[in-house]
Nanobody, 130 residues
């Protein structure tokens, strides 16, 4: 099973910014919508944002106006720009393909493709200090 990879996490002070990315190294996202979730330590997972295969983004109320989701048209890499970060944004951020439909990642050199409705990454930690 092809695994997604998140990057860009780190530690920042409140008010700072980070940009997370979600991709499958070596593979282009052909048609997957991507969901971002976050899970603070010891707490339940929380939906953050979704970008559809057509590029339409939606956000949780808690991040609306501060977070922006975008997608690179060539590679399908998805970026979560997080501004004005707050301590309550501290969590493990995880990206996964939207499970509503099967979707595909392909290597544009070998033409190897993977299709699933459950691609996901292991997460990247974001820590925001007051």
């Amino acid at each position: 099973q092809l695994r997604l990879e998140e990057s860009g996490g780190g530690s920042v002070q409140a008010g700072g910014s980070l940009r997370l990315s979600c991709s499958a190294p070596g593979f282009a996202n052909k048609d997957c919508g991507i969901d971002w979730y976050r899970q603070p330590e010891g707490e339940q997972r929380e939906w953050v944002s979704t970008i559809t295969r057509d590029g339409h983004a939606t956000y949780a109320d808690s991040v609306m106006g501060r977070f922006t989701l975008s997608k690179d048209k060539a590679t399908g890499t998805v970026y979560l720009q997080m501004n004005n970060l707050k301590p309550e944004d501290t969590a493990m951020y995880i990206c996964m393909s939207n499970p509503s439909t099967r979707c595909t990642f392909c290597n544009n050199i070998t033409y190897t493709c993977h299709t699933s409705r459950s691609f996901r990454g292991q997460g990247t930690q974001v820590t925001v200090s007051a």
